[in-house]
């Protein structure tokens, strides 16, 4: 039996201090290069394997429609900066970004393999701090780790 692939949202936390180099090298094959960078993968195993190694520094969990569409709308980049736009979506095969935003959150499309989008998505620090300690998972009460459905919130207090 196959696993039904889910979409989920990683946020790098923490910075550039003291790390490890495969850790680092793990961030960067993410697009996770500075502190408050998003991106949007699937749960296959060779991403879960990645996220485990990076676990002291991100945060992840399984995103929902509404959080990616925020995502793609808000914080969505094409080359040159710009902002991703309903032409730029309808010339890659999509009626609009809410379109766009249910295929990836079904992983019917890889939000990476898109041409000419950048696959990092730069937030702001969330919205009244982090809730908890940077340095600690969020089974422990911090902020790095798996964190499930919570993801959605810190998604809407970045944006």
Not at 113 to 125: G, T, W
Request: glycine letters at 8%.
């Amino acid at each position: 039996m196959e696993k039904k692939r889910k979409c989920l949202a990683v946020i790098r936390v923490r910075g550039v201090s003291d790390i490890f180099r495969e850790t680092k090298e793990t961030l960067r094959m993410l697009h996770l290069t500075r502190n408050c960078h998003a991106t949007l993968i699937d749960n296959r195993p060779s991403y879960l394997g990645m996220l485990h190694k990076a676990k002291d520094y991100a945060t992840w969990g399984e995103v929902s429609k509404e959080s990616v569409a925020l995502l793609l709308k808000e914080r969505g980049r094409i080359a040159g900066n710009k902002k991703l736009t309903d032409k730029y979506i309808q010339e890659a095969g999509y009626k609009s970004l809410d379109d766009l935003a249910e295929a990836i959150n079904k992983t019917e499309v890889e939000y990476n393999s898109l041409p000419n989008i950048k696959p990092v998505f730069r937030l702001h620090p969330p919205k009244k701090g982090f809730k908890g300690k940077i340095k600690k998972s969020y089974t422990a009460g911090g902020v790095t780790g798996y964190r499930g459905e919570a993801i959605n919130d810190l998604i809407k207090r970045m944006t």
